[in-house]
C-alpha cells in the first residue's frame, strides 16, 4: 500500500529546452583562488547502514518535486528515485545523491532473487509529527528513511509489504554527458537548475562568472532543492560555471552559455567522472 504521508509532491513549472550548448575542453587544475589544486580521489561507496523503505505513488513531474527535477525520465532520472526523510535530504543538499538499496527479509515482504537496486535522491519524504516514529511517522526525525518511487520499491519488495527493513549506502553516480545547468527568471533575478551531476552527485557550492560585468566567480545562493540564485545581472555576459561537490572535488565549465543566452535554454557543462 502507499502511505499518505509519503513523499512532498511538490509542483513544478516546466519549460521547454530547445536548444543545449556543450562545454569547451577546460581543465579543472585550478582552485578559486587560482592556486595549483591537489588531487583529490574519486568518491567511493560508503559503508552499508540500516533503515526502512517504504512507497508513494506519483510519475516522472511529481518524483522530482522538493528537488526541483522538472520530470526525472527527461532528466535521465529515469524512475528508480527515493524521497528521503529529512535527516537524509540536508535541505535539498542531498538532491542528485545515488544510493544502492537491497530488502534484507525475505520473510517481510522482500522479493527473493533481487540484491539490490540503485537509485537517486530526488524528493523529499516529510514528517508526519501526528504519528509515532515507528508507527506511520516513517520519515520523522531522526529516522534515516528512504520513500521510494513506486516503481522502485517493487523491484525488491512486495506491494503488500508497505515497509521493508532495508541496508543502504551512497554509490558514484555514473551519468552520460556533462552536467546541467538550466536558467530561468528574469533579467534581475536567475535561477540557475544543475542536474545530471557525476560523482557524488551531491552539489554543496555553485559559483558563476561573466566576461565584461561579473568578472569574479561569484557564489549563486541555494534557493530550493538544486535550485540556486544570483541577483548578478547576467543577461548578455558569456557565462561560466564552477561547481564543488560535497567530496570537496571541483569542475570547472568556461564559457558554456554564449553572450546571447535566453532564460529556459540548458547548458552542459563538465561532470565529475
Known sequence: MAFPWGALLTSTLLF???????????????????????????FKPTVWKQAHATFYEGGSETFGGACGYGDVVKDGYGLDTTALSSILFKEGQTCGACYEIKCTKSGVG??????????????LCPPN?????????????PREHFDLAKPAYLKIAEYKAGIVPIQYRRVPCKKEGGIRFTITGNPYFNL??????????EITEVLVKGEEKVKNWTNLKRNWGQKWESDEMLVGETLSFRVKASDGRY?????????????????????FP
Open 16 to 42: 521547454s529546452f530547445p536548444i543545449i550548448h556543450a562545454a569547451d575542453d577546460s581543465t579543472d587544475k585550478y582552485n578559486k583562488k587560482g592556486d595549483i589544486r591537489k588531487h583529490r580521489p574519486l
Open 110 to 123: 522482500c522479493k527473493a532473487g533481487k540484491s539490490s537496486i540503485l537509485v537517486t535522491a530526488t524528493n
Open 129 to 141: 509529527y501526528d504519528l509515532p516514529s515507528d508507527n506511520g511517522g516513517w520519515c520523522n526525525p
Open 192 to 201: 540557475v537548475s544543475v542536474w545530471n551531476v557525476g560523482g557524488s552527485g
Open 251 to 271: 569542475t570547472t565549465s568556461l564559457r558554456i552559455a554564449p553572450k546571447d543566452w535566453k532564460f529556459g535554454q540548458t547548458f552542459v557543462g563538465k561532470n
